[in-house]
């Protein structure tokens, strides 16, 4: 595979290179199997839900379709009026992906269930192109129950420390209790309250949570939990 063009990315686990014309190269610093979540993208794109074409697939490296535009959580900052817009654009993506049948071979998550989940699904992985919203990295995706990964989702939102600048991480953490609250009406609280223990104990297993991260998801379902 030739070498990648600049880094345009960087994430906790992969960082995304320009690679020629109208791609990008993911590429994973460990051993990660590429192979099945290529195999997921390609099964949702078939679908057609929005998620960049792969091209490619080999050992930690994925080529994909490069989507222009920003994501929606750097899209927060510039334009807060359209936050409630944005947590409609985020629940329909959810239940759109929960529409999809899953493959057999798809991979038990949360202990199970009958959807497929992305189990990242937060704004930083949704790209607002001139084309709609497109949903990025697919490494943690599977099979489980649709409320226990709106739960997931919950405690990313509410506990996670953004990937911006101080300035911009305040206005981040007043803008994001307000988005939450547009976000969750759109389904049952009740029903994901039941399924946040599930949810953090697969949170809790990533070994990319920052320390802060853990004791605030800790903090979190402990209060929030029925």
Not at 196 to 202: G, N, Q, S
């Amino acid at each position: 595979m030739p070498e990648p063009g600049l880094l345009i990315a960087k994430g906790r686990a992969a960082d995304v290179y320009a690679y020629g014309d109208g791609l990008v190269l993911r590429r994973y610093r460990t051993d990660h199997d590429c192979l099945y979540e290529a195999a997921v993208m390609q099964h949702i794109h078939a679908h057609g839900y929005p998620v960049p074409e792969v091209m490619e697939v080999s050992g930690r490296d994925i080529v994909m379709e490069r989507i222009d535009g920003s994501t929606m959580l750097a899209d927060f900052t510039k334009h807060p009026w359209l936050l409630g817009r944005h947590a409609r654009t985020l629940a329909d993506l959810i239940k759109r992906l929960h529409a999809i049948d899953p493959p057999p071979w798809l991979r038990q998550k949360l202990g199970g269930g009958d959807a497929i989940v992305h189990l990242d699904i937060h704004p930083d992985n949704v790209m607002l192109s001139s084309h709609g919203p497109v949903v990025i990295d697919w490494s943690n995706a599977g099979r489980g129950v649709p409320e226990a990964e709106v739960a997931d989702l919950w405690l990313i939102m509410a506990n996670a420390t953004p990937p911006v600048g101080r300035l911009d991480r305040i206005l981040l953490q007043v803008g994001r209790r307000l988005f939450l609250r547009a976000f969750l009406k759109h389904f049952d609280r009740d029903a994901i309250r039941r399924h946040l223990e599930v949810a953090a104990e697969h949170r809790l297993r990533d070994r990319n949570l920052l320390d802060q991260e853990r004791e605030r998801t800790r903090r979190f379902v402990a209060r929030w939990k029925l």
